[in-house]
């Protein structure tokens, strides 16, 4: 039996088939279904994915894609790839619902996202059953890759940062204020835009002005959403995403002064996405 597993953002998604136990990974671009239509997602899947797996009868697909937390929009990608894979069952779920699945498996606990934005579930083994909603970059996302990324620009822009942070800022990024304000607020995706210069806070770890960034910005989403759950002080609290990957002994030390249960952090969702499904 060959099943076939996509784990997609809005700018790369990943498939892994599985065939006889061996798999395969395939990159393509990403798949959102809010810049895509019906015939945009076959195209992609035709050209960038299909050649690379064409000697393979597809039992099963599994799509986990941005955007598919919208009814409509799962309707659409499903309809796109039952044209493709006409003799497979296709299944389509929510990033969250991989982030889950990845993560607890078929165990009750809470699963975050933790990447580019943020968002967190308390997951009963089978299904989500609670959300704090993430509110996007604007509004909310605390303990995002864009959440961190704007506390950076704010600490240069405002002369927060010391000189020796000042003075790597300028060498790395070699911007200013007019070109930073012209990517936030008039060029599109700015939430990516943002997200860059949270690397800024990987590549200077060990200065105090650094570590309060990232540990303010993560105590952010501990506070804002997991103390919401009631959940959170019974059940592991699970993480996925480069930002939790790359600052996982902040989230364990928050676990601790929390007091939760610290479960697992993964980098990204398709290793415990194999495992459910297999």
Same mark, same amino acid.
């Given at each position: 039996?060959?099943?076939?597993?996509?784990?997609?953002?809005?700018?790369?998604?990943?498939?892994?088939?599985?065939? !006889?136990?061996? #798999?395969?990974?395939?990159?393509?671009?990403?798949?959102?279904?809010?810049?895509?239509?019906?015939?945009?997602?076959?195209?992609?899947?035709?050209?960038?994915?299909?050649?690379?797996?064409?000697?393979?009868?597809?039992?099963?697909?599994?799509?986990?894609?941005?955007?598919?937390?919208?009814?409509?929009?799962?309707?659409?990608?499903?309809?796109?790839?039952?044209?493709?894979?006409?003799?497979?069952?296709?299944?389509?779920?929510?990033?969250?619902?991989?982030?889950?699945?990845?993560?607890?498996?078929?165990? #009750?606990?809470?699963?975050?996202?933790?990447?580019?934005?943020?968002?967190?579930?308390?997951?009963?083994? #089978?299904?989500?059953?609670?959300?704090?909603?993430?509110?996007?970059?604007?509004?909310?996302?605390?303990?995002?890759?864009?959440?961190?990324?704007?506390?950076?620009?704010?600490?240069?822009?405002?002369?927060?940062?010391?000189?020796?942070?000042?003075?790597?800022?300028?060498?790395?990024?070699?911007?200013?204020?007019?070109?930073?304000?012209?990517?936030?607020?008039?060029?599109?995706?700015?939430?990516?835009?943002?997200?860059?210069?949270?690397?800024?806070?990987?590549? !200077?770890?060990?200065?105090?002005?650094?570590?309060?960034?990232?540990?303010?910005?993560?105590?952010?989403?501990?506070?804002?959403?997991?103390?919401?759950?009631?959940?959170?002080? #019974?059940?592991?609290?699970?993480?996925?995403?480069?930002?939790?990957?790359?600052?996982?002994?902040?989230?364990?030390?928050?676990?601790?002064?929390?007091?939760?249960?610290?479960?697992?952090?993964?980098? !990204?969702?398709?290793?415990?996405?194999?495992?459910?499904?297999?």
């Amino acid at each position: 039996m060959a099943i076939l597993i996509a784990d997609s953002g809005a700018t790369k998604c990943e498939w892994c088939l599985i065939n !006889n136990g061996r #798999k395969k990974i395939v990159f393509t671009q990403g798949i959102s279904p809010y810049f895509l239509d019906s015939e945009g997602v076959q195209t992609i899947v035709l050209k960038e994915l299909l050649p690379s797996i064409k000697k393979y009868a597809i039992d099963a697909v599994y799509y986990y894609g941005t955007g598919c937390g919208n009814p409509a929009n799962v309707k659409m990608i499903k309809g796109a790839l039952k044209k493709i894979f006409a003799g497979a069952v296709v299944a389509v779920e929510s990033d969250l619902t991989a982030a889950a699945r990845a993560l607890c498996g078929h165990k #009750k606990g809470i699963a975050c996202i933790l990447g580019t934005g943020s968002n967190s579930c308390f997951y009963n083994g #089978k299904k989500i059953v609670k959300n704090s909603p993430g509110l996007g970059y604007v509004l909310g996302d605390e303990g995002s890759g864009a959440y961190l990324g704007k506390k950076v620009i704010q600490y240069y822009l405002y002369g927060t940062f010391d000189e020796d942070l000042r003075y790597k800022f300028n060498d790395q990024y070699k911007t200013d204020t007019v070109d930073i304000l012209e990517n936030v607020y008039r060029k599109p995706l700015a939430n990516r835009y943002l997200a860059t210069y949270s690397l800024f806070l990987a590549e !200077n770890r060990g200065h105090y002005m650094v570590e309060n960034i990232i540990e303010d910005g993560l105590n952010d989403f501990f506070f804002t959403h997991l103390c919401k759950y009631s959940e959170s002080w #019974k059940y592991p609290i699970n993480f996925v995403g480069s930002v939790a990957w790359g600052f996982r002994d902040v989230i364990t030390e928050l676990c601790n002064g929390y007091e939760f249960e610290m479960g697992r952090i993964l980098k !990204n969702p398709m290793e415990g996405l194999i495992d459910y499904h297999c």
